[in-house]
């Protein structure tokens, strides 16, 4: 069974920084595709950050400089830098399992279609 347990959301002010974790298991971490995605109240679904089985990422426009997805192959573990946090940055945060096979056929897409198992999302919260 494939697992996603995200953690290190909170509350943070404006021009913070903030570390996501996801911890997996249940599949071969080591070249699985991943990515991050968020959703803002009333707002839907967006891809902010997905890494191929070789390790290029892809970022969405509004983060980009300022959030860094990362890989722990040792630990299985995906993570998500963000630095210089805005408070259009408070959402639901969620890690996900990307369809490889998908974002191969559409390199550089950020769409949530392509995701094929979700975490359960941790909260960031951006005061100003």
């Known amino acids: 069974e494939v697992q996603l347990v995200e953690s290190g959301g909170g509350s943070v002010q404006a021009g913070g920084s903030v570390r996501l974790s996801c911890a997996t298991s249940?599949?071969?971490?080591?070249?699985?595709?991943m990515g991050w995605f968020r959703q803002a109240p009333e707002k839907e679904r967006e891809g902010i950050a997905i890494?191929?089985?070789?390790?290029?990422?892809t970022y969405a426009d509004s983060v980009k400089g300022r959030f860094t997805l990362s890989k722990d192959k040792a630990e299985s573990r995906l993570y998500l830098q963000m630095t210089s946090l805005k408070p259009e940055d408070t959402a639901m945060y969620y890690c996900?399992?990307?369809?490889?096979?998908?974002?191969?056929?559409?390199?550089?897409?950020?769409?949530?279609?392509?995701?094929?198992?979700w975490g359960q999302g941790t909260q960031v919260t951006v005061s100003s």
């Open positions: 996900a399992r990307v369809q490889c096979w998908l974002l191969s056929v559409r390199p550089g897409t950020l769409a949530s279609s392509i995701v094929s198992d």
């Open positions: 249940g599949f071969i971490f080591l070249t699985s595709c």
């Open positions: 890494i191929n089985g070789v390790g290029s990422t």
